[in-house]
């Protein structure tokens, strides 16, 4: 026990006062003249009885409550956990939060961090309860308010640092929850972590109720020095029958002082091919580029790794390379077309790397069944298809995954024998040249080919002027994707089979519009390919907690999941077999570990292994901490109050330690009983004494 006011305790002093007093007092002589003493006895005078206390639960009593006001006065307080539990009567409510996020396995910290959880276990007394909640990205806590505090320390012991992000938020939510309902008037949350300053943002909405309190320690290091790779970025280009990759890795610097000699190793499916060293200075970046290396047929797996610091988890980054991310286009033209009408569709998809688009420009006349095969877009650009056994290709070519783009510009006549394609019909051309021309009045934004100009400043489709347009009429008004501010469509589109349709009612050149003049028209351009080609943006890697779509990774590799038959199995970094069920709709899948997942389809007739890359979120690796009040500010509303619910980055004061105790009251009532008792008693002897 410890005292607020310690000096207040040298009035116990005083209690002596009266008793000595008491002890000590001698009777004065008192001369009373009388006349004669003749007629009386003669006694003996005695004093003795006055030097001895007679009434002792009297005086007790009076000396039990002044010690008890000297007490309450002094403003006692219990240091020990378990002796609070003892005086106050029943037992204490807390609330262990362990952050287990991937910052934490940064030097010493997690072996800290557990210790300290044991500490505050074994503090609690019989009486008192505990929750052990463990959190990152999300918070999972375990038996709740549990008195069986051995169960609670095995779970700190078995606990291990994970591959996630710090969020405060769902933790923080879950202990305001388990305390507001418990009935124990003395509730504690205690905060164990190194207080990374992007694990809180401010609008979590979190209030602790009021007589609750949040005491954090904190495991965070002074020197959060750490060298992290970013990134891996890769150039491709088309080489023989694959392609050619150049990778390159982005090394961030997140310490106070220059990072020199940093080895950067390079490995491509298991085997190290190149090592660079590399020079990073404080606080800032450096990018390493290796060799090319050759992707063909088969997907490959590659990692970057960086010699060890204390933070090894973001040491190494893990990717996959696919082949096929080349769009192989084919653009057929009339057999005397418009001089260069090809030219702006041949510069615009020549640029680019993702995907990278093999161009090739054909004569309607000479296209046959074969120039079809490798394709993944065939544009008819200003011609219609042949009416004969080319014109099937071209649709079986379609219903089996390819699409085709028709530019309805002034040479293109629709024969009765050629496929039917076209999301609808058209008329002869429209001419605007009197006017100002015609603009895009509506665009579908939420379709793949517009979804990239949805966003502010990224390009004004309504800024081209057209001149000229073939009025069409579709078959399904939900097939419109675009339409002229006088009503007419302007790009409409349907599926057919597997693959896509795409029909513009002008022209991709310069003739009829001037759309090939504005900037929007290489990512226009680019876009439509991309659709029709059923690409997909390669995803090398993924992050921790991300969900994968299985059905979609297949998809992009050019295979299709049957529900019931194609079930693939996970097989995770650790060697976990994980099953996943195919259905009709999404097949979900959670990454929860770093580094390669298998995937398999061994009940289907051909075995499709893919593999999944999985990095942990590069948001971690910045260890700069959280300021205290900050945190204090957006849980109580008041930054830095000494309230309860509020939190500092300190153990609590003796001045808060009091307070929340208050012992002075129990003791200040005990007093005030005492006293009444003394009074009543006082009063009993007093009667018996005149009688």
Request: with cysteine; net charge negative.
């Amino acid at each position: 026990m410890a005292f607020l006011a310690p000096l207040l305790l040298l009035g116990l002093a005083a209690l002596a006062v009266p008793v000595l007093v008491h002890l000590i007092h001698r009777e004065r002589d008192q001369l009373i003249q009388f006349p004669s003493l003749m007629f009386l006895e003669r006694v003996p005078y005695r004093s003795m009885r006055r030097q001895k206390i007679r009434h002792w639960p009297l005086f007790l009593l009076r000396c039990a409550a002044f010690i008890l006001l000297v007490l309450a006065f002094a403003r006692p307080f219990f240091t020990s956990a378990t002796a609070v539990a003892g005086a106050l009567g029943g037992g204490r409510e807390i609330v262990v939060l362990l952050d287990q996020s991937y910052s934490m396995a940064y030097g010493d910290r997690w072996a800290r961090a557990q210790a300290a959880a044991l500490r505050e276990i074994d503090a609690l007394g019989a009486d008192d309860r505990a929750t052990l909640i463990l959190f990152a990205r999300n918070a999972e806590a375990g038996a709740r308010s549990s008195i069986d505090h051995a169960s609670v320390r095995s779970a700190i012991t078995r606990a291990e640092v994970g591959v996630e992000v710090t969020r405060f938020g769902p933790a923080l939510k879950l202990a305001e929850g388990i305390l507001d309902v418990s009935e124990v008037s003395d509730r504690e949350a205690i905060l164990i972590s190194d207080f990374q300053k992007n694990g809180w943002a401010g609008d979590e909405g979190i209030a602790f109720a009021e007589g609750v309190v949040l005491r954090p320690i904190s495991v965070a290091d002074a020197d959060t020095s750490n060298l992290s790779i970013a990134s891996v970025s890769f150039e491709r280009e088309p080489f023989s029958a694959g392609e050619q990759v150049t990778a390159s890795a982005r090394l961030v610097n997140l310490g106070t002082n220059d990072a020199t000699r940093v080895p950067v190793t390079l490995e491509l499916d298991g085997r190290e091919v190149a090592t660079r060293s590399v020079e990073v200075e404080a606080t800032g970046t450096a990018t390493v580029a290796f060799d090319p290396f050759i992707v063909g047929e088969d997907q490959r797996r590659g990692t970057v790794r960086i010699g060890d610091d204390l933070l090894l988890q973001d040491n190494a980054f893990h990717f996959t390379l696919s082949p096929g991310q080349l769009v192989t286009v084919l653009i057929v033209e009339a057999d005397a077309p418009n001089p260069d009408s090809s030219l702006y569709l041949e510069r615009a998809l020549a640029i680019g790397s993702t995907p990278s688009f093999v161009t090739e420009v054909m004569a309607v006349s000479d296209l046959t069944a074969d120039a079809l095969v490798g394709r993944s877009v065939v544009i008819l650009n200003d011609t219609a298809p042949p009416a004969s056994a080319v014109g099937d290709a071209l649709t079986a070519f379609v219903e089996n995954g390819g699409g085709v783009l028709a530019i309805l510009g002034e040479r293109v006549r629709w024969p009765s024998g050629a496929p039917a394609l076209l999301p609808g019909s058209f008329t002869a051309a429209a001419d605007r040249i009197g006017s100002r021309g015609r603009v895009l009045g509506y665009v579908d934004y939420s379709h793949p080919v517009f979804d990239v100009f949805n966003a502010p400043r990224s390009g004004d489709l309504s800024s081209a002027r057209f001149f000229q347009y073939r009025p069409f009429t579709v078959t399904d008004p939900e097939s419109v994707l675009a339409r002229f501010d006088d009503g007419q469509v302007a790009l409409a589109g349907h599926d057919l089979g597997r693959g896509r349709v795409l029909a513009w009612a002008s022209t991709l050149d310069s003739y009829w519009n001037d759309l090939a003049l504005k900037p929007v028209y290489l990512p226009f351009v680019h876009q439509l390919a991309k659709h029709l080609a059923g690409y997909v943006d390669p995803t090398d890697w993924h992050t921790t907690a991300q969900i994968l779509d299985v059905a979609s990774l297949y998809a992009a590799s050019g295979h299709r999941l049957e529900p019931d038959r194609d079930d693939p199995v996970a097989v995770s970094p650790t060697g976990d077999r994980l099953p996943i069920r195919v259905r009709e709709a999404a097949v979900l899948f959670e990454l929860a570990e770093q580094g390669f997942y298998e995937m398999h389809t061994s009940g289907a007739d051909v075995d499709v292994p893919l593999a999944v890359a999985v990095n942990a979120d590069r948001g971690e690796s910045d260890l700069t901490m959280l300021d205290p009040e900050e945190l204090a500010g957006a849980i109580t509303g008041r930054a830095g109050a000494m309230a309860p619910g509020n939190l500092v980055a300190r153990e609590r004061s003796p001045e808060e330690t009091e307070g929340r105790q208050g012992l002075w009251r129990y003791l200040l009532v005990v007093a005030l009983l005492l006293l009444a008792a003394e009074t009543v008693l006082s009063n009993r002897m007093s009667r018996v004494a005149r009688t």
